[in-house]
Nanobody, 120 residues
Framework: QVQLAESGGGLVQAGGSLRLSCAAS????????MGWYGQAPGKQRELVAG???????NYADSVKGRFTISRDNGKNTVYLQMNSLKPEDTAVYYC??????????????WGQGTQVTVSS
């Protein structure tokens, strides 16, 4: 089994910064893509930022230039640096990872979510 453990959420004023972390543990052979999704109250979960195993990145238009996704393959960890935060960034942020086991069976895993609240 694989677990994704998130940390780094909290309450911050508009214009502030937060750094989210997500560490994968368990039976892992290869981690392919990893990403961060946000789910605001009453809305669907949406991709905020993604990163491939080769560190190619993609971002939602709403966060381009403000958020940066990165990963440390040695630590099986993905990060989301969130700068210039806005109240509309308020959401529960979930980590997602595409993981292959030693038989190359592919599975997708989710973290438990971490709350980010941006006050105006």
């Amino acid at each position: 089994q694989v677990q994704l453990a998130e940390s780094g959420g909290g309450l911050v004023q508009a214009g502030g910064s937060l750094r989210l972390s997500c560490a994968a543990s368990g039976i892992i052979f290869i981690i392919n893509a990893m990403g961060w999704y946000g789910q605001a109250p009453g809305k669907q979960r949406e991709l905020v930022a993604g990163i491939t195993s080769g560190s190619s990145t993609n971002y939602a238009d709403s966060v381009k230039g403000r958020f940066t996704i990165s990963r440390d393959n040695g630590k099986n960890t993905v990060y989301l640096q969130m700068n210039s935060l806005k109240p509309e960034d308020t959401a529960v942020y979930y980590c997602n990872a595409e993981i292959l086991d030693s038989f190359l069976h592919r599975s997708f895993y989710w973290g438990q979510g971490t709350q980010v609240t941006v006050s105006s």
